[in-house]
């Protein structure tokens, strides 16, 4: 049995692969399903990463601005909690030497070193 036309005519191929989705009689496939529950996400952009110099760079100093955060969070602990396991693994994040990780000499590679 074939499939009833949508209008007077036949359509050519390059008509029916223009019309829209939406518009055949037959069942929806499960792609078609799967487009209209989720919206259309934009074009991927391609984002060049930085130097790794830069990204090492960047990283100690990230983690010396929450180590700060942290040592504030310590010092307004208030006193029922100074002995506790928070405080305790506070002081550990407080005390860890980051500086060694700011003064490391990073290789340039290539023979550049």
Not at 30 to 49: E, F, K, V
């Amino acid at each position: 049995m074939s499939r009833p036309r949508l209008g007077a005519a036949p359509m050519s191929s390059a008509q029916r692969q223009a019309r829209p989705h939406g518009s055949h009689l037959w069942a929806e496939g499960p792609r078609d399903r799967l487009r209209q529950q989720r919206p259309a996400s934009p074009a991927a952009s391609t984002r060049r990463l930085a130097p790794r110099p830069a990204r090492w760079a960047a990283a100690p100093a990230t983690l010396v601005r929450l180590q700060e955060e942290y040592r504030d969070w310590l010092d307004n602990l208030p006193p029922n909690l100074e002995s506790s396991a928070l405080a305790d693994k506070l002081q550990t994040i407080v005390e860890l030497d980051l500086e060694e990780l700011q003064a490391v000499d990073l290789p340039r590679g290539y023979g550049r070193d």
